[in-house]
């Protein structure tokens, strides 16, 4: 690494601490290693590849927890789905990455291959998963392709994972002593709601993270797409 000299012109010394600055700036960069290795599947968008967490680029898959309609308006879990899929078709497999960017959270946002083929490409253009345009166009036109195909979620309606997302934070929950009645999320991603004196009232649990939530009304709770409880 160049040294300034005592003795050296002024205009010399500023080249050599410009170029040292330079240097150090660079090294964290070329120290960023290309993840590759056997996959793990943490959900339709986010693996870890080679023990190294990695957020896959340009695409944006349904959360775990999100559920989608049927043209016929039945509830679904299409997020669960999702990463079931992907991991039938990605896990135990080996990957080649190359890292964009990092994010926030610390994760490599790479592209990856696996057996020379673009996963993100894949992933849009069979339905499970979306082009995040917000970054990079792409998979643009993939997207729109299985969107004209009905592939995978295109043939259900859905709610952006992105929109899921913000819809989630900004979600003031009422609280159990205004609102009584309980919008419970069963096993099979069927939205119902409780009133009191119901038979199953007492012992159901709300557990907000799985989308769960009070409801002030029985209007309002349809309204949102819960059904009352047989029982």
Not at 178 to 183: H, Q, T
């Amino acid at each position: 690494m160049p040294i300034a000299e005592p003795g050296a012109p002024a205009y010399v010394n500023r080249m050599l601490r410009t170029c040292a600055v330079f240097v150090l700036c660079l090294i964290p960069h070329l120290a960023v290693a290309d993840p590759s290795g056997r996959i793990r599947v943490i959900d339709g968008d986010t693996w870890d590849v080679g023990g190294e967490r990695v957020r896959l680029f340009a695409i944006d898959a349904p959360e775990a927890d999100q559920t989608c309609q049927t043209p016929q308006g039945a509830v679904w879990r299409c997020g669960q789905w999702v990463s079931q899929q992907v991991t039938a078709r990605y896990g135990g497999k080996r990957a080649r990455c190359t890292t964009i960017d990092t994010d926030r959270y610390g994760r490599a946002v790479a592209r990856c291959t696996v057996g020379g083929r673009d996963v993100g490409r894949d992933l849009v253009s069979d339905g499970l998963a979306f082009a995040y345009r917000r970054y990079a166009m792409d998979y643009d036109l993939d997207e729109k392709a299985a969107a004209v195909n009905d592939r995978g979620l295109h043939g259900s309606r859905f709610q952006r994972p992105a929109q899921f997302r913000a819809a989630r934070r900004s979600a003031v929950q009422p609280s159990r002593q205004d609102c009584p009645i309980k919008g419970n999320v069963s096993s099979k991603g069927v939205k119902i709601y409780h009133v009191p004196g119901q038979e199953h009232y007492d012992r159901t649990r709300i557990n907000t993270a799985k989308g769960e939530r009070w409801f002030c009304s029985e209007a309002e709770a349809r309204q949102a797409g819960w059904r009352r409880s047989r029982r």
